[in-house]
């Protein structure tokens, strides 16, 4: 199975060992770690776990974590994280540079529709940090569903998720 996919602005390809060095210094960045690792700056080895774990999840399941380029440039990440016992996990990072513009709601929403359309998921969630307002904005936009909310690790945290029959027609 081709994992590639397109939007109108936008390329998504999975991300490879190459790619580490990269996505590492955007997981890295102060604006983006502050919600997606609690503001801890990620060791390599960190990093390297989390590509090898999208190499073998692409293997195993079809998904994991896509590379979103526009016009040959990295703008950030998508993905699903894979749950033996829940829904796949939708998760998202776009660099500063390229905030505003509406990348994440557009890759995110290819990965949603791969997600229902060539996998056949019965659903997906997604979980963000209750301050992290553009995030939520963004699952909003792709017509995720709060579920809950709840205090880990002394973070407020909002749990949303979406099934195959909540998806607009695409």
Known sequence: MIHLLRTSRLGLRPCERRDLDELRALWTDSQVRRFL???RSISRAE???FVDLSVTTFAGHGYGLWIVDQCDRT???VGLRHASAAPANLLFGIRPAFWGRGY???AASAVLGY???ALQLDRVAADVDEPNHASVRVLEKLG???IRRAIVNGHPLLYYEI???M???R
């Open 37 to 39: 690792f609690d503001d």
């Open 144 to 146: 995720m569903s709060r």
């Open 104 to 106: 994440a709601t557009e």
């Open 163 to 165: 099934t195959a029959a």
């Open 167 to 169: 998806m607009a027609p």
């Open 75 to 77: 703008v950030g990440f």
């Open 115 to 117: 997600a229902f359309d």
């Open 47 to 49: 990093a390297e776990a």
